[in-house]
């Protein structure tokens, strides 16, 4: 748990904010690790396992609450830890060939690694880093040190179910041999098992009222059910010796940035995530405890700036470093000693929708990608390069747009709020694919992973599971309602600081030329004129679903 001092802004003015923002004294150390100690079991269960279990990490970046390796541990005498760098997830996207992952997720993962590493050598542990293929590498480790299972958590999305399934069948092809003074017949020797485990849901999978076949269309729906008729499991909790390892001489290097093909970018303005396990539970206690920001968060989760609107959870729920389930604990916690309010429960409602699309993605499989949706919606869109790249790049002529966009490309991190409006503008006003957008932000988002980012998109674009969900976000109103004073985009947009602040979101002339006229609203009180209907629409700006912001 050591981290490098670093300079910590104080204020929402300030240029540069780290997430968490760490004081380094001993009491904020101390309160760290009285975290791991409570989700901890000091006595140490009753361990009746044979010879070495692998435990395969993947998104679960962290030792509390990891049920994989808890049974692991209970199953083995030994336990080897690995984590397989696999060069598909540094590729390019299915469509459209952008990055698969982008320098600021991969540097996110680099620190997430490192911290794994240590916390599982603060247990008596360490973590096997392989570069190659897990279908490759794990069979191999299997073979080598006679592994009889390898635990992991399982995945929803087709990608990751296909490298599940080469796993399977290549640990069929390794047989190991039966131990000393047992039989050497034939029908004595086995196979290693792969033992897949769910713990990337608040609500498990095992839990639900219904089969994923028969998951509710509406997430209401869906929500109402699950919170009458079901219980959150409690966190596993996670022996404090996890000892002894396996007999290794080399346990690989955490690749550099370089080494996985990219260049280092660093952040510079904005916010800066700290990844891995320890800085996810320091910002649990720092949001929760120490700023006591848990019982507004309903009011201010809408905010653009700054690194407290919101809770800011999403990149290490994303990576695993964060469990639902340890939130959900640690909320009824404060309810218990602080208070319980709308705010409290808010965060709740939030990761019933991360959960909701987690199972949507297993009942709606790959239609989660395709350009109709769930629903085979029919739309003729635009693949125009030069429009998309104005957007991509916050270059539309829209402050609020392009802002966004910048704040994207600076930090990989976008608000709830934003992530709405840039949505609606690239599939309603612009017209372009809304799966172009969709895979630009698999490429920058820190948070990404599949289930939200498709899920929020199929739901912008009208495409999603759900026929009521058609929605446009007004640019003008958005920018009165969330940034009147224009203080975000005049952040990300420093040309417009010199602007009268009603000015900065509604610049005129004196910004870049808008590349088309808004779909709905009054643009002529945005600046230039277009041919845009001046109609007035009236929508609700629903929340972005699936993530903590």
């Not at 069929?172 to 020797?189: A, D, K």
């Not at 829209?398 to 976008?414: C, H, Q, R, V, W």
């Amino acid at each position: 748990m050591n981290f490098t001092p670093r300079s910590k802004p104080c204020s929402a003015s300030a240029t540069f904010f780290e997430i968490p923002d760490l004081p380094y004294n001993e009491k904020e150390k101390i309160i760290v690790e009285q975290t791991f100690e409570r989700y901890s079991s000091s006595e140490q269960a009753k361990r009746n396992g044979r010879g070495v279990a692998i435990v395969w990490f993947r998104n679960d970046l962290r030792v509390l609450d990891n049920e994989a390796l808890v049974k692991a541990w209970g199953s083995s005498q030994a336990v080897l830890p690995v984590y397989c760098v696999d060069p598909r997830l540094f590729g390019t996207t299915h469509y459209f060939g952008f990055p698969k992952t982008g320098a600021l997720r991969a540097q996110f993962l680099i620190e997430c690694l490192a911290d794994l590493k240590r916390n599982l050598m603060n247990r008596g542990l360490n973590l096997l880093v392989q570069h190659g293929k897990p279908e490759e590498v794990l069979p191999s480790l299997a073979k080598t040190y006679e592994a009889h299972t390898v635990y992991a958590h399982k995945e929803t999305c087709s990608e990751e179910l296909i490298v599940e399934r080469l796993v399977r069948n290549g640990l069929q092809r390794v047989v190991l041999l039966p131990s000393t003074g047992q039989s050497t017949s034939q029908s004595s020797s086995k196979n290693p098992k792969l033992q897949l485990i769910w713990g990337s849901t608040m609500y498990h999978i095992e839990d639900l009222p219904f089969s994923t076949r028969s998951l509710p269309d509406v997430y209401t729906t869906f929500r109402k059910s699950v919170e009458s008729k079901c219980m959150i499991r409690r966190c596993i909790r996670t022996p404090t010796s996890l000892g002894p390892l396996p007999k290794i001489e080399d346990w690989g290097c955490i690749p550099s940035i370089n080494q996985l093909g990219l260049n280092e970018e660093k952040v510079s303005r904005g916010m800066r995530f700290i990844g891995g396990e320890t800085a996810a539970l320091s910002r649990v206690n720092e949001y929760f405890w120490k700023k006591d920001l848990l019982k507004i968060y309903k009011a201010t989760r809408n905010g653009m700036l700054g690194p407290d609107y919101s809770t800011k959870f999403s990149p290490w729920l994303a990576s695993g470093s964060l469990s639902p389930r340890f939130i959900y604990q640690e909320v009824k916690r404060y309810e218990k000693e602080r208070q319980a309010n709308d705010s409290t429960y808010w965060v709740l409602f939030e990761l019933i929708w991360r959960d909701y699309f987690r199972f949507l993605s297993v009942k709606y499989g790959n239609s989660l990608f395709h350009l109709g949706g769930p629903r085979k919606v029919e739309v003729r869109w635009s693949q125009d390069q030069t429009m998309f790249e104005a957007w991509r790049d916050g270059c539309t002529g829209y402050p609020l747009i392009d802002a966004n966009m910048k704040e994207l490309s600076a930090t990989g991190f976008m608000s709830n709020r934003g992530r709405q409006i840039v949505c609606s503008f690239l599939v309603r006003d612009m017209g372009i694919d809304w799966r172009m957008g969709a895979e630009w932000f698999e490429t920058c988002l820190l948070d990404y992973d599949p289930c939200s980012n498709y899920g929020n998109w199929t739901y912008g674009a009208g495409v999603g599971n759900d026929p009521r969900e058609d929605r446009y976000f007004s640019i003008p109103k958005q920018a009165k309602t969330y940034d009147p004073e224009g203080e975000y985009v005049a952040f990300w947009l420093p040309e417009l600081q010199a602007l009268p602040n009603d000015k900065r979101n509604f610049p005129g002339k004196s910004y870049i030329k808008q590349i088309v006229p808004l779909k709905f609203g009054n643009i002529t009180s945005i600046g230039d004129k277009g041919t845009a209907s001046a109609r007035r629409t009236a929508f609700k700006g629903k929340q972005t679903k699936g993530h903590m912001r």
